[in-house]
């Protein structure tokens, strides 16, 4: 049980870190200008949902199973993922709007976010590994 | 969705149907041709005349294989554009007109017939063979009415061009001498050799403004009178030469000769005078007859000469020489050096595009073989080739009759300095002596600001006055007089009675000469900070502020095969690169080192060789290149107009469409476009009807879509009430994509059918809340996608709200801030019930119609090295980091950039901004206006403070205080305006030791700036505690993102003077017109007397207020009633009464309109009327219930500092 359970979160966060891999190549593929800001813009926003709902199961899932360090851990960046969401402005075209990335630093912050989230999902992989070796 | 299939316009696409559907370019074209042969007959020139057209026709012959006569038929115009064919006869006199020379006709004639052809063949010349393109276009762009001199003469102008431009170039002393005399002058002659094909270039430009015409012709009849000349000086005489400029195109296509005409002559003046003054010195009228001869002279010589060079140069110059002689309508010696210089230019670029053969041999053989047979179709068209130029230009009838003398005049010392610039010595002395009586006449301290002009070259008559004005008020001194301390709390006059002017860079007088006008390019701090962390310690934001399609009088047009770029950075070369040795340069911005090309190695204005830091990219700040092939990724769009109206029920009471269709009417034939220029109409409720226009029916046919969401409407009530607008914009959005083009949308209530639907959110009860202002943001974001889609599709969207209702601008808006298009809002217009609005419309609608337009347009920012830009201001899409994607560009919009510097500057002691614009031009060229601003780094922060600009700060903090209002809450906005303030004098504060802590101590540079952040507190935008709509704050939210600087300013912080009184004391000129200069008042309502008439000017409004006790004579005199109690309470003009009083208030507000693109309202408030709320809610420094007053203020500033 135990380990189905992290085996479900591992894969789950391999998911994680490969989109993040990818909203960080997007977004590098935007700032040496390979692609526009519309487009780049509508590929990321597709992901977003996708990934709040990943990162959100994972965090459920370490509440059920009562993995209180691991749920603690999640919580922030789960949060921080529910409320950029709901935050976005009506008028806005979602998370990413093309309109304004390139603005006041927009696409750096992004990126920074990106990088930060990828380091947490590698961080959180090793320790669903960790923690289905040790089981 | 059915939508496009109805539209009739658009099944005609592509060069070649465009005949049937857009005429009137054609018709244009014809038109020019058809004058330019009148010239040709006319010019001095006949004898050489022959020759070289056949010249002409080897050159164009190869260009132009096309030249079929398919143009002719497009004449038929259905279109508006038919009116331009009429004028087509006229050509035919002028040709009878031109009284001796038979050779001069005959070749006319022959030209006229072929030319016909040539502006289809340019065309085609567009789509099929790039490499020509550069060629015709410069041609057709330079239409100016005085060619035919030119053509005769263009051999001889060449000589005689690089002597009488460039005073300067050839001898070291003419520059100082120059400076002595005149400021303006030096740099003048550069501009006036481009001044010509500026002219051609700014096609589309607008209005005419009448007494510029006046103005001008007065000029040429009175033989370059120096007072006329000081007229230019003035700011509006510029706007208005401006206007001209850009008219000139557009004059064409106008189907009135006489407009035409009156328009055309001005233009050629305006070119003209410069280089008359300089040419001959003393005997300005005199001079003009004998010219002709001169040059007559001096161009055959060359032709016999025959050299291979020259030939070669001729050939390539020839056209240019018809764009020159366009350009400069009277065939002033001046005029002609620059058209020479064009030629030159022109002449490099269609050696190397155009025909490679020329080039390459350089041997008569050549012209031989290029005459003979080698191109025999091109032969004909060949021969038509020299009209096209002429086409462009806007009159040649006009400029005929006007230029006639001039012409002779002109050739003259173009002889005598044609052999090989010995010409420079003689032209010189004249050149000194106009300008002396220029600067006397421009102003009453003319001599004595002649030292700190601060942009003489680009812009003289601008500049002059400015500079003048500045040197003797402020910038004499600069750096002392910026730092010099001020005691906010003690002074208590802090606006000074003149009007501010940006501050000068502090740098060597070469480099500020150079350097481009504040008008279009300005920087908040004018030294730059040399580290982020430096710039953190000022606390002021680091920004630009551009204006970079405004009209220009003066703007140097490069034809030139290669555009020379820096390799790594692709920032094109300019006036601050620096020359390394004679074949390499670096760059200003990444500091690479790049390979001069040969091409740039030849210095067309001196005809040497070797010279590169001479040619007129380097001596320009504010150049504009024709662009390549390179440059397109298709062709050039055609300019393509549709209008989308709101034809609800609510619309048609409101009786906009009736100003519309008016203002559509009258102004239809000076739509800026060519002969592919297409129109549209589309109008919506609850459904959507297309029009049929297509030619061959009797009336338009209507058809009727009312499936509108993909769902049929089955109602149809007879009173439509609903408006869908958002199935509209998308149908408009299909018709357009396959072009792009404007879409011009008149919306009257919220959209309430179909997609884009809106509800209403404003609570007129919070109006006046001063917590929370909700919905600054749009609703949906159905509008800005769809803007987005429009901007890809090279569409922009520009907005007419006129409502009487809550329309959610916020939303609407987006439509237009997306796409780079410009909105207009008229709140609770109605056609008779608000007469001040209607006539706003109208006007407004004047120059929305008529104003130049650029298409498909780019704008890339470049910097150094170290600075970014992070955040941009204005109506666009960015598409990359610094890549502005403008549907459409218009001269009116303005734009904001803010900059962080992210390497430190240690190792440069100078950092350049570069805006380069690229766009279609409406006549279907692809060209690039390129501004180079330098400016000096500083590491001490008393520099830094020492080179504010307050007015360029204030407008920077004003479209962040937007964005900030709109991402976070008004409130914020409003926080941070006053932190501004705070920390920024607190810093400087700090700066200083000597001073206690008590007082409110500001550089000199920013003592304004708090009174400008109050000014921004209490605009509509920002403003709380006073009922203001939410429309009303959007739309100002709006301007403030899109307006430039100059309009902008005077929207937070309104002008007031006192008129009744006006006197001449200090008086300018313009257009024989004397225009008091009344000191500024501060917005203190302490400063009205109820025995006084104030005028208060707001930008786009104006008020007179009437004091209860004003003297009757005013009254009677200014407002024609007899005393205050007739006066009506609704009074929005100024009768014209032939008094003294009334004259010189007239020619006040005239001047002041004159000086933007929408004419302001005119508002009569009496003292005790109910509108003088309105009034006196603009007196920024008095209290009001909801805000502080200024020493208020700053004392709320002061106990912030202290805290």
Redesign the interface.
């Known amino acids: 049980m135990e380990a189905m359970v992290f085996l479900l979160s591992l894969i789950d966060c391999c998911a994680l870190i490969f989109l993040s891999v990818y909203f960080i190549i997007t977004l590098s593929d935007l700032e040496c200008d390979y692609i526009n800001a519309r487009s780049c813009c509508s590929k990321l926003n597709k992901w977003v949902i996708p990934e709040l709902v990943g990162h959100t199961i994972v965090t459920v899932l370490m509440l059920v199973s009562l993995h209180w360090f691991i749920f603690l851990l999640n919580l922030p960046v789960a949060t921080w993922n529910i409320y950029r969401f709901i935050m976005v402005p009506s008028g806005n075209m979602g998370v990413f709007d093309p309109t304004e990335i390139h603005n006041r630093g927009q696409l750096k912050s992004h990126m920074k976010e990106a990088m930060i989230k990828l380091g947490f999902y590698l961080l959180c992989f090793f320790m669903y590994l960790y923690s289905i070796l040790n089981d | 969705t059915p939508p496009s299939h109805p539209y009739p316009h658009h099944s005609a696409e592509g060069p070649a149907q465009s005949q049937m559907q857009v005429p009137s370019g054609y018709g244009l074209h014809h038109q020019n041709y058809m004058a330019p042969s009148g010239h040709y007959s006319q010019g001095p020139g006949k004898m050489t005349s022959l020759p070289l057209d056949t010249q002409c026709d080897n050159y164009y012959s190869g260009p132009y294989a096309a030249p079929t006569q398919n143009v002719v038929t497009p004449s038929t115009a259905n279109q508006p554009g038919a009116q331009m064919y009429g004028r087509g006869p006229p050509a035919p006199h002028m040709m009878g007109s031109t009284p001796g020379s038979l050779h001069g006709a005959a070749s006319s004639a022959s030209h006229l017939h072929t030319s016909a052809s040539q502006p289809y063949s340019s065309f085609v010349n567009h789509y099929n063979s790039p490499s020509m393109y550069s060629v015709t276009s410069s041609v057709a762009s330079q239409g100016f009415p005085s060619t035919c001199a030119h053509y005769a003469m263009s051999t001889v102008s060449n000589a005689v061009y690089p002597n009488v431009s460039y005073p300067s170039l050839p001898a070291g002393d003419p520059y100082g001498q120059m400076f002595t005399s005149q400021n303006a002058p030096t740099v003048r002659p550069v501009k006036d050799s481009f001044s010509g094909q500026n002219t051609a270039v700014s096609h589309p430009s607008p209005l005419p403004p009448p007494p510029s015409q006046q103005h001008h012709q007065h000029q040429s009849l009175s033989g370059y009178n120096t007072l006329s000349w000081s007229a230019p000086g003035l700011p509006t005489q510029d706007s208005l030469i401006r206007n001209q400029m850009g008219s000139l195109p557009i004059v064409n296509n106008n189907t009135t000769n006489t407009v035409a005409d009156s328009l055309s002559c001005p233009v050629m003046q305006n070119v003209q005078p410069p280089k008359s003054s300089s040419v001959t010195s003393t005997v300005l009228s005199g001079a003009s007859t004998r010219m002709p001869p001169a040059t007559k002279h001096a161009a055959e010589p060359v032709v016999s000469a025959s050299q291979p060079l020259e030939r070669i140069q001729h050939q390539g110059m020839q056209y240019g020489d018809y764009v020159n002689n366009q350009a400069s309508s009277t065939p002033t010696p001046l005029s002609s050096t620059s058209d020479d210089e064009e030629e030159e230019e022109d002449e490099e670029a269609g050696v190397d595009s155009s025909s490679t053969t020329s080039s390459a041999s350089p041997l008569p053989n050549s012209y031989d073989a290029l005459e003979g047979g080698s191109y025999p179709d091109m032969h004909s068209s060949s021969a038509s080739s020299p009209a096209p130029d002429r086409a462009l230009e806007p009159n040649p009838a006009p400029a005929q009759a006007l230029s006639p003398a001039p012409t002779p005049t002109a050739p003259q010392p173009a002889k005598v300095a044609k052999p090989f610039g010995y010409g420079y010595p003689t032209l010189q002395p004249g050149y000194q002596n106009v300008a002396a009586p220029l600067n006397s006449g421009a102003h009453p301290s003319g001599l004595s600001y002649s030292g700190f002009q601060q942009y003489p070259q680009h812009y003289p008559g601008v500049n002059q006055l400015s500079s003048s004005l500045g040197g003797l008020s402020l910038q004499s001194s600069p750096q002392p007089e910026s730092l010099r301390p001020v005691n906010l709390t003690q002074e208590r006059n802090i606006l000074p009675t003149t009007p501010v002017w940006a501050p000068v860079p502090n740098l060597n007088l070469e480099l500020n000469k150079l350097n481009c006008s504040p008008d279009s390019f300005r920087c908040t701090l004018t030294n730059i900070p040399q580290t982020q962390a430096l710039l953190n310690k000022a606390k002021l934001p680091l920004g630009l502020l551009l204006h970079p399609f405004r009209d220009l009088t003066q703007l140097p047009v490069i034809t030139s095969n290669t555009i020379v770029r820096c390799r790594s950075c692709r920032t094109y070369i300019n006036p601050f690169v620096s020359f390394i040795d004679q074949r390499r340069w670096k760059c200003n911005l990444c500091y690479r080192v790049n390979d001069v090309p040969e091409e740039f190695m030849y210095n067309p204005l001196t005809r040497s060789y070797g010279e590169p830091h001479k040619r007129p990219e380097v001596q320009n700040s504010t150049v504009e290149f024709i662009a390549s092939s390179d440059y397109m990724l298709r062709p050039p769009q055609p300019a393509v107009y549709l209008f989308v109206l709101d034809v609800s029920h609510n619309a048609v009471e409101a009786g906009y469409l009736t100003i519309l269709c008016q203002s559509l009417l009258e102004n239809l034939d000076k739509l800026p476009g060519d002969s592919r220029t297409r129109i549209g109409f589309m109008t919506f409720d609850s459904t959507i009807h297309f029009y049929n226009l297509q030619e061959g029916l009797s009336q338009p046919q209507m058809l009727i879509v009312s499936d509108i969401d993909g769902k049929p409407q089955t109602v149809l009530p007879s009173q439509e009430t609903h408006s869908a607008l958002g199935p509209a914009l998308q149908a408009a959005f299909k018709l357009m994509s396959p072009t792009g083009g404007r879409v011009s949308v008149f919306q009257t209530q919220l959209p309430s059918l179909g997609s884009g639907l809106l509800q209403s959110r404003e609570d007129p009860n919070q109006r006046s809340s001063i917590k929370v202002v909700q919905h600054l ?5 159905f509008y ?2 769809l803007a ?1 889609d429009c901007s ?1 599709q090279q569409t922009a969207v520009d907005l007419f709200l006129l409502s009487s209702q809550y329309s959610d601008l ?2 609407l808006a ?1 439509m237009s ?2 796409s780079a298009g410009c909105i207009f809002y008229y709140p609770s217009f109605h056609s008779t019930h608000s007469p001040s609005q209607a006539e706003k419309l109208q006007k407004d609608l004047r120059r929305y119609l008529t104003r130049k337009i650029g298409f498909e347009a780019v704008m890339r920012i470049r910097c150094t090295k170290g600075l970014s830009m ?3 201001h204005g109506n666009f ?5 610094d ?1 502005l994607s403008l549907a459409n560009i218009n001269p009116d919009a303005g734009f904001a950039v803010q900059l962080s510097i992210e390497e430190s500057l240690t190792d440069t002691s100078l950092v350049c901004f570069q805006t380069a614009l690229l766009y279609t031009s409406s006549k279907g060229e692809r060209r690039i206006r390129v501004h180079t601003l330098c400016l000096p780094v500083v590491s001490s922060l008393t520099d830094v403070y020492a080179g504010v600009d307050v007015q360029a700060a204030i407008c920077l903090l004003a479209n962040m205080a937007v ?1 900030r209002s709109v ?1 976070s809450s008004l409130s914020d906005a409003r926080d941070a305006l006053v932190n501004a303030v705070v920390d920024s004098l607190s810093a400087y504060g700090s700066t200083i030791s000597n001073v206690q802590h008590s007082a409110l101590i500001a550089p000199s540079s920013l003592k304004l700036f708090p009174l400008y952040v109050l000014a921004l507190l209490k605009q509509k935008a920002f403003r709380t505690g006073t009922s203001t709509r939410l429309d009303d704050r959007v739309y100002a939210m709006c301007q403030i993102k899109t307006q430039p600087l100059v309009h902008l300013m005077k929207m937070i912080h309104p002008n007031l003077y006192r008129i009744d009184r006006l006197t001449d004391e200090g008086a300018i000129h313009v257009n024989d017109r004397v225009v008091p200069q009344p000191s500024l008042q501060k917005l203190s309502a302490e400063k009205l007397t109820r025995e006084g008439a104030f005028l208060m000017d707001c930008g786009s409004v104006f008020y007179i207020w009437i004091g209860k006790g004003c003297d009757n004579n005013f009254i009677e005199n200014v407002l024609g009633y007899p005393n205050f109690a007739a006066i009506p309470q609704k009074m929005t003009h100024l009768p014209e009464l032939d008094t003294l009083s009334s004259e010189r208030t007239r020619s006040f507000i005239t001047w002041l309109r004159d000086g933007r693109p929408l004419s302001p309202v005119l508002h009569v408030v009496k003292d005790e009327s109910p509108a003088k709320t309105e009034f006196f809610q603009h007196f920024i420094e008095d209290r009001t219930e909801a805000a502080f007053s200024y020493y208020e203020f700053l004392l709320h500033v002061q106990q912030q500092i202290c805290k």
């Not at chain 2, 943001?777 to 974001?781: K, L, R, S, Y």
């Open positions: 943001g749009p609703a949906t974001d800005k996608k987005l890809g916020a939303s987006c801030k997306f992070h955040t941009f899409f960015v598409r990359s980091t890549l964005d991402s």
